[in-house]
């Protein structure tokens, strides 16, 4: 299989709608920066647009349509991202709880509090709970990911060529879609930085961030 610029093209105009809509990757990088800055956001980003390499690969090399042919692994795959999602959600809500509410912009006791909470954050990719890894996950274990490229990407290759090269061309647009996206979100949420690190602020995201995660698990639980 092949794939063409026009069939690039159109590619990227049906997942775009996909893209956009709001979902794990949206909320891990407004939660991640208001956290720690844009740095956790960039972090994040990379994580997404890895996970999608990784369906991509899998795709072309027929790993992921063995999952969809099989109910029991395709559940498999499916429960483990739904126990990610919405335990990632309650770790959030947790930490909401836990946090004081009280706090103005530029406090000293929320810049203080916010560097501890910076210094207490995993170091390494995979270690923890680090954004890259976050961002990662929640790409990888989403069976929706999985299947832009087992249904749609199918669509604009072309018959009878090696699958590989083509299906990472167009994840590599699909990839450079999602950071333009993301990437805007993360330069807005950095610009509210201030007042989104107030412990205030800060514990209403949280548990907003952690609702969401929540419903997005569940979500995908029932379709």
Known sequence: ???HGAA???FLVAVAPITTTPGASLTLVVSRVAAGGRRQGWWV???TVTGLYVHATLAALG?????LASSRAFWTVKLLGVAYLVGLGL????????RPGRGRPGDPRDVTASRVERRRL????????HPYLQGLLGNVLNPKAAAVYLTLAPQFLTPDRPVLAPMLLLATGHAALHTVWLAGWTVLSGAAATLLRTAAVRRLL???TGAVLVGLGVRSAVA
Do not use: N
């Open 8 to 10: 690039l093209l159109g």
């Open 1 to 3: 299989m092949s794939v």
């Open 122 to 129: 995993p170091r390494l990719p995979w270690r923890g709970h």
């Open 206 to 208: 949280d548990r907003l």
């Open 91 to 98: 770790w959030l809500l947790w930490s909401a709880a836990r």
């Open 63 to 67: 790993l992921a349509a063995l999952v």
């Open 45 to 47: 980003i990379l994580g």
